[in-house]
């Protein structure tokens, strides 16, 4: 294989996911939940797989998203926005009888969040295996797997038939754990399914205690070693206003400072991120180019209010790049 790719390059096929398809709706205001009149803006076009393939689209990426909406002004808000970014939509079944998926949220005033979601009883709650979702997964040359969607009990058989036919032809997959300690504690249904990703992972992307869940073992060398021996290619960390790093055999470790920008919403940064290392990896860009394009992606999308606003494109990188400043080790802006 060409040294360059530990992932299946672009011409093998398009890079898909399996998720959750909502809108946001944020309050304007920073305060305690919503048990009183407020105003709100929205509806804003998210959910963690949904923000992540338009990031895919946006850098040019051919990608896909197997989901479901409603056949509402929810649902439609975010199919067109995906389509207009240049996302195969063809696999999002539009459902008559369920509503879009939905999340309200609002800012404490310690940066906490509180949240009003309607996911389980809406059309992404009901996502199931479509002939559709079967001619895109056919046809596709990497999987990423967001953890969250596990939370959806139809997802997991979809996410893990895909896994398995993208495998046999020669693809590769990514995952972006997404979890909290106490779901994997106990060893019930979703530590098995979080095992049996990680058994074909080929880029795993962890940020914070996703890298000790994922390893089993505490202390980040421990942990990145026991990955990588486990045949995992790319150990990709995502260490917030730290920047990020990536480790594997053939190319040993890469570190990457953050951007230097004012933080307005912090959601979907990870998504854009993981999106735009796995793209520049898949185009046979090098780790240290990837790391610097996903921080800017990274970055990007923190100063822009709602999710999904700040995916980027290549040139708006560039842009982004050329104009800020690192911050280095200390938190100092750096040029
Ligand atoms: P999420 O909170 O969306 O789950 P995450 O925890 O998976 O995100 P982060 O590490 O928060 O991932 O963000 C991914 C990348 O985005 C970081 O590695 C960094 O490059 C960039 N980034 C995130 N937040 C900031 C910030 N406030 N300033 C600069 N860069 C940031
Ligand atoms: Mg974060």
Do not use: W
Not at 114 to 121: L, M, P, S, T
Not at 293 to 304: F, K, L, P, S
Request: glycine share 12%; with cysteine; proline share 5%.
């Amino acid at each position: 294989m060409d040294q360059r790719y530990t992932l299946a390059p672009e011409a093998l096929g398009p890079t898909i996911t399996i998720g959750e398809i909502l809108v946001e709706i944020m309050a304007t205001t920073v305060g305690n939940g919503f048990r009183e009149a407020q105003s709100l803006i929205g509806p804003f076009p998210s959910g963690a797989p949904a923000i992540f393939i338009d990031q895919v689209a946006k850098l040019g990426g051919a990608c896909g998203i197997v989901s479901a909406v409603g056949d509402d002004d929810f649902g439609h808000l975010n199919i067109d926005r995906l389509a207009r970014d240049g996302v195969d939509v063809s696999a999002i079944a539009v459902l008559p009888d369920l509503p879009t998926g939905s999340a309200f949220v609002r800012y404490r005033p310690d940066g906490a969040r509180d949240f009003v979601f309607n996911i389980g009883k809406s059309a992404s709650g009901a996502t199931a295996m479509t002939g559709q979702a079967r001619d895109l997964i056919a046809r596709a040359g990497h999987v990423h797997v967001m953890g969250s969607a596990f939370a959806i009990p139809g997802i997991a058989p979809i996410i893990l038939e895909a896994v398995s036919v993208v495998k046999a032809r020669g693809g590769t997959v990514s995952f972006d754990p997404n979890v909290r300690k106490e779901l994997m504690s106990g060893g019930g249904e979703a530590k098995r399914q979080f095992d049996s990703v990680l058994d074909v992972t080929d880029l795993l992307l962890p940020s914070g205690e996703e890298l000790s869940i994922a390893a089993g073992v505490d202390g980040e060398v421990l942990a990145i070693e026991s990955l990588l021996a486990c045949g995992i290619s790319e150990v990709v960390l995502k260490r917030g206003r730290q920047g990020s790093s990536h480790y594997s055999r053939s190319h040993g470790a890469v570190d990457c400072p953050a951007f230097a920008v004012e933080e307005i919403d912090p959601t979907g940064a990870g998504d854009c991120f993981g999106a735009t290392y796995l793209t520049c990896r898949r185009k046979g860009h090098a780790p240290q180019q990837a790391l610097r394009y996903a921080n800017a992606a990274g970055a990007r999308n923190v100063t822009r209010q709602g999710p999904m606003e700040g995916t980027s494109s290549l040139a708006e990188l560039d842009a982004f790049i050329a104009a800020n400043l690192v911050l280095s080790d200390q938190g100092k802006v750096s040029a």
